[in-house]
């Protein structure tokens, strides 16, 4: 075991206080990472107020991983001291069932390991990435190209993968017309993504305040929800809706804005259950789908995609004292467009 300096809330909606924690010694595939940036995802902050159901305390968040390796277990060969890595959402899964071996570890189907407020494989819970360091079998490591800065880097991990694998998987491309709603960390990285592959991008957010920011970061277009006409004007308009809103939207109104075979997924994920017309679905032979985060072959295919870009995350960059204060600014959706914590600050 070796100690390391972290932030944990120590209950739901108790503040954020500097502690030590302890990571695991290197088993022969583990990476020891020093933590250089790590974003504040809104996932993190559901988390931690049990918005999703019981947390396991002192809780040390974050899964939006960027650093370099410290130290290597004997047999790691993808890796070398002081490569550039990441890490995300998961740190392990069963890699046998058919989910696994398909490379939807996300979806293994018994249960990928979550950074953080899970039961890793030693047994102990899993703590994330706000702290110095953190040891991940490197199966689970990401290799983070040259050309993208650790900071911008670190909400690719999550937000970047979020986006890019339904993106992908729907076929976001030329030709397509692609709405995203909610321009937030989530949402930020859809424009540019959804841009990239040669979408025309729309953004749907509350009001048109951040539209300026939404057209340089690659929008064609933007409208505010909180304006009716909005959804008159873009009636059965869209290819694919891509719905970050960490609240419950009326999502019959944005049912009807698909076209034909037209698909709406959510990524955002209120607790609450979200009521549905089945003739919303009907008319127009439409859809309404999920998605969560994307496979480690995927997450490390969007990544290099990133870094062909040129895109990396709009970041506001903070030290941990600053965490509670962020936390607040994100629920009331006052960030453009992430919040990354310097671990150097520690
Ligand atoms: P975020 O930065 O807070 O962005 C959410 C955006 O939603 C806000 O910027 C805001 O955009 C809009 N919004 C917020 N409250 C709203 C309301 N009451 N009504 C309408 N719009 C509202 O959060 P995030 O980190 O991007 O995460 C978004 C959601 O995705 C969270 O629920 C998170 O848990 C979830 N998530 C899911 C996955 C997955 O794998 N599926 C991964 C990561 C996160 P505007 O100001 O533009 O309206
Ligand atoms: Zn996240």
């Known amino acids: 075991m070796r100690s390391v300096t972290a932030f944990a ?5 108790r503040p954020f206080e500097k502690t030590t924690i302890q990571r695991r010694d290197l088993g022969p595939h583990d990476v020891l990472i020093k933590v250089a940036y790590a974003g504040i995802c809104h996932s993190d902050i559901h988390t931690a107020r049990e918005e999703w159901g019981p947390a396991i305390f002192p809780l040390v968040p974050g899964h939006e991983i960027a650093g ?3 130290e290597l277990g004997a047999d790691v060969t993808k890796y070398s001291i002081g490569d550039r890595v990441g890490v ?3 740190v392990d899964s069963c890699g046998e069932c058919e989910n696994c071996l398909a490379g939807d570890e996300q979806y293994c189907m018994k249960g990928a390991v979550g950074t953080y407020n899970a039961i890793g494989k030693d047994g102990r819970p899993t703590a994330g990435g706000y702290s110095t360091h ?9 290799a983070i190209p040259d050309g993208i800065g650790l900071d911008v880097a670190a909400p690719l991990l999550c937000a970047g993968i979020t ?41 749907l957010s509350q009001t048109l305040s951040k539209q300026e920011d939404g057209k340089r970061l690659g929008a064609d277009h933007y409208y505010a929800t909180s304006d009716a006409a909005t959804f008159e004007q873009l009636k059965a308009h869209f290819d694919l809706i891509v719905n970050t809103v960490s609240a419950p939207l009326p999502i019959d109104s944005y049912l009807s804005l698909l076209r034909l075979d037209g698909v709406m997924v959510s990524v955002g994920a209120p607790p609450e259950p979200l009521p549905v017309q089945v003739f919303s679905l009907m008319n ?13 072959r995927e997450t490390q295919e969007m990544l290099d995609f990133c870094a062909e870009h040129g895109l990396g995350a709009e970041i506001e960059v903070i030290s941990g004292e600053q965490i509670d204060e962020a936390w607040e600014r994100v629920v009331n959706s006052d960030i453009r467009y992430r919040f990354v914590i310097d671990t150097g600050t520690f």
């Open 9 to 13: 809330t120590p209950g739901a909606k």
């Open 68 to 70: 370099t390796v410290e």
């Open 88 to 90: 995300g959402c998961m």
């Open 134 to 142: 953190i040891v991940v079998d490197d199966d689970f490591v990401l």
């Open 163 to 203: 986006l890019y694998s339904p993106l992908r998987h729907w076929g976001a491309g030329p030709g397509k017309r692609v709405a995203i709603v909610g321009l937030g960390g989530l949402g930020h990285m859809g424009v540019k993504i959804a841009h990239a592959l040669g979408a025309e991008v729309t953004v």
């Open 284 to 296: 127009n032979r439409r859809s309404f789908a999920g998605s969560s985060i994307g496979g480690i």
